[in-house]
């Protein structure tokens, strides 16, 4: 299994101006890690919701990767978003799943099928043009450029080390370097060259 912030730290190092859209567990790892703050824009409140925010990125921006951080249980909520993002095709998504088998961020629940379900099988059924599956960081960091290098979409399934969190919602503090949604948005925008 892969800690989320080594995976992330692998990203960093290829994403070169790529916008990236992390997720619920996803947030705070990349957080720690992204040496592009004004190119994040991170979906904390809307689990499920942050492949769908990918993709209107991907299509407005054609010539931009597009990196999303997506959890397994986050999927779940949302699995109909890999069939849109199939059929739309576009070439610069790259869409990881950070597959714990736990509904982290509400205490650590374990997600309906944790034993059977294939989340890569999933997106090559729904036709995604590449998937990938990884358990081991090195495995990963040898093949990140291969991955990167890739045309769209691309699923990369990536089983990690859960980090589950106890504390009540209402009691929980930002992690340190998570910004405001729209402070996100603004950035993303003047870096874009967008209003």
Same mark, same amino acid.
């Given at each position: 299994m892969i800690n989320q912030v080594d995976l992330m730290n692998v990203v960093d190092k290829y994403r070169g101006d790529a916008i990236v859209v992390p997720t619920m567990t996803g947030t705070s790892g990349w957080a720690q890690v992204t040496k592009k703050p004004e190119r994040d824009l991170p979906v904390a409140g809307a689990m499920g919701k942050a492949s769908s925010v990918a993709l209107g990125l991907a299509l407005a921006q054609p010539d931009t990767k597009v990196i999303v951080f997506d959890a397994d249980g986050s999927l779940l909520m949302n699995l109909g978003s890999l069939v849109t993002i199939a059929e739309k095709e576009p070439a610069n998504f790259y869409h990881f799943v950070l597959n714990n088998g736990v509904y982290a961020v509400t205490g650590g629940q374990p997600i @309906?099928? *944790?034993?059977?379900?294939?989340?890569?099988?999933?997106?090559? +059924? +729904?036709?995604?043009? $590449?998937?990938?599956?990884?358990?081991? &960081?090195?495995?990963? $960091?040898?093949?990140?450029?291969? *991955?990167?290098?890739?045309?769209?979409?691309?699923?990369? =399934?990536? %089983?990690? *080390? @859960?980090?589950?969190?106890?504390? @009540?919602?209402?009691?929980?503090?930002? @992690? +340190?370097?998570?910004?405001?949604? %729209?402070? =996100?948005?603004?950035? &993303?925008?003047?870096? &874009?060259?967008?209003?």
């Open positions: @309906p099928s *944790v034993d059977t379900i294939s989340f890569s099988g999933i997106a090559e +059924a +729904a036709g995604y043009a $590449a998937s990938f599956e990884f358990e081991d &960081l090195e495995d990963f $960091a040898t093949r990140a450029e291969e *991955v990167f290098n890739t045309t769209g979409p691309v699923f990369i =399934c990536v %089983k990690s *080390v @859960p980090e589950i969190q106890n504390e @009540p919602m209402a009691r929980r503090q930002r @992690p +340190a370097g998570v910004r405001g949604t %729209k402070e =996100c948005i603004t950035d &993303l925008r003047e870096s &874009l060259g967008t209003s």
